[in-house]
């Protein structure tokens, strides 16, 4: 059984930082994992994935540029530095690991979920 925990989260002002971390447990060897976010009314977007390796990264549109994923595979952890939040950036973030070498932006693909953590981003 794999379970996926976030840390993290919660209020900041525009313009801030703020760091999200997701710990695996449970067999997930040489995985892929990544971060998705929801907002209030929309659809469950693409944030960033990270291959096992950290050689294969991919960042979603809106945060190319403000956020970098890395992970710490001896501790089964992958982050999520947010700079420059903006308060579009105010969701409910989910990490989500998948069992494949290669990395993906399509939600379906990925069979493990955390729980979710609120990120809010004040103006």
């Known amino acids: 059984q794999v379970q996926l925990t976030e840390s993290g989260g919660g209020l900041v002002q525009a313009g801030g930082s703020l760091r999200l971390s997701c710990t695996a447990s449970?067999?997930?060897?040489?995985?892929?994992m990544g971060w998705f976010r929801q907002a209030p009314g929309k659809d469950r977007e693409f944030v960033a994935t990270?291959?096992?390796?950290?050689?294969?990264?991919i960042y979603g549109d809106a945060v190319k540029g403000r956020f970098t994923i890395s992970r710490e595979n001896a501790m089964k952890t992958i982050n999520l530095q947010m700079n420059s939040l903006k308060p579009e950036d105010t969701a409910i973030y989910y990490c989500?690991?998948?069992?494949?070498?290669?990395?993906?932006?399509?939600?379906?693909?990925?069979?493990?979920w955390g729980q979710g953590i609120q990120v809010t981003v004040s103006s």
């Open positions: 990270i291959s096992w390796t950290g050689d294969s990264i």
């Open positions: 449970g067999r997930l060897e040489r995985n892929v």
């Open positions: 989500a690991a998948r069992k494949y070498s290669t990395t993906s932006y399509m939600q379906e693909t990925y069979p493990y």
